[in-house]
């Protein structure tokens, strides 16, 4: 199952809204599509998110449309992840350099994949045979175009024959770990636990959790951007001695910047005033809803990337 792919002048992307549930691939025909799925988080995930961009250009070019209002349109749709910057300017630079923006986007479709399974390679290093790994949100293959970053490690390290658990945090507001990553894990066949999110701490108190593999965003200097939620597990994981892994490709870097300047995009509230379709809360409550957190330098083991594993800056 692919997160995306690129089929008769279109980009076909999974409605990752509609999992596990239903299968069901949304066709982009204009760069203007492309936008309304990475706002409505039928894609998401950094590098996904990255891919769908370099296509959404790739839409443009081949609709005849004004690229540099394409590229600052796209650029608009979310603030965090640096890959939807990073993919753009990219293919600003293909076309300066002469090539196709779609031809561009087809490599840094194949790069996905690569960039994922080597990083995967590093990343499993780091894991025994017998440990149980906890991840936060979904940095899987469906927050790529396939394998995964942290779940990349999980699914290097499972291939190796290393027998692993894995502990999925649910993810609230949207969920990406129920839904998301408990799917990848289980179609995988590798075992998996759900907790809702503030069960993490109480676990590895009690000494269940071996590591912690999460994803990121953006990796600036001073720290990491990743969602919501997993800065108090990395406190936890200092606090009870718990390996923190980050596993990000190299597109996620952004090291011209500090972590505190990076934009955390606020999403509706509606989306934590909601548990699905169900209200959880009384008419007239306002509910803050900050989708991403900055975890420090400090807080962070090692970054484990398609190059080998990096000390935190
Ligand atoms: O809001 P989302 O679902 O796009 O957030 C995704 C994450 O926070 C992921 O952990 C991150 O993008 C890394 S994906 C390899």
């Known amino acids: 199952m692919k997160t995306l792919f690129w089929k008769n002048n279109s980009l076909f992307i999974l409605d990752q809204t509609r999992l ?41 070019e081949i609709a005849g449309e004004d690229l540099d209002k394409a590229a600052h349109d796209i650029k608009e749709a979310r603030p965090t992840a640096v890959n939807l910057f990073w993919a753009v300017d990219r293919i600003i630079d293909a076309k300066k350099a002469g090539k196709t923006a779609l031809n561009e986007a087809l490599i840094m479709y194949d790069e996905d994949i690569k960039t994922n399974q080597a990083l995967g390679m590093h990343g499993s290093q780091l894991i025994e045979d017998g440990d149980t790994i906890l991840t936060h949100c979904n940095a899987g ?9 942290a779940l990349g490690v999980i699914r290097a390290a ?7 658990k894995v ?27 759900l907790i809702v999110d503030s069960a993490a701490g109480r676990l ?5 959790v ?15 951007a990743n969602k919501i939620g997993t800065l108090m597990v990395a406190l936890a994981a200092k606090r009870f001695q718990v390996p923190f892994y980050i596993a990000a490709p190299k597109s996620t870097f952004d090291m011209e910047i500090s972590i505190y300047d990076v934009e955390i995009e606020e999403r509706d509230p509606d989306e934590v005033l909601y548990f699905g379709k169900c209200r959880v809360a009384p008419e007239g409550t306002e509910a ?12 962070i083991t090692g970054i484990i990337t398609e ?6 800056l």
Not at 170 to 182: D, I, M, N
Not at 211 to 223: E, P, S
């Open 20 to 60: 596990p549930d239903e299968v069901i691939y949304f066709e982009c025909k204009t760069y203007q599509d492309v936008i309304h799925t990475i706002k409505t988080l039928m894609v998401r995930g950094a590098p996904a998110i990255g891919v769908a961009a370099a296509f959404g250009m790739a839409l443009a």
């Open 141 to 149: 293959a469906l927050a790529c175009v396939d394998y995964g970053t």
């Open 158 to 164: 499972s291939g190796e024959g290393k027998k692993i």
């Open 167 to 193: 502990i999925c945090d649910e993810t609230r507001p949207v969920c990406q770990g129920a839904r998301l990553s408990v799917f990848e894990m289980q179609q995988e066949g590798i075992p998996v636990q």
């Open 204 to 208: 590895m108190q009690e000494g269940k």
């Open 210 to 224: 071996d590591k912690v593999v999460v994803g990121a965003d953006r990796v600036a200097r001073g720290g990491a």
């Open 288 to 299: 803050l809803n900050p989708a991403f957190d900055i975890i420090p330098s400090d807080l």
């Open 307 to 312: 190059d080998g594993i990096l000390e935190p």
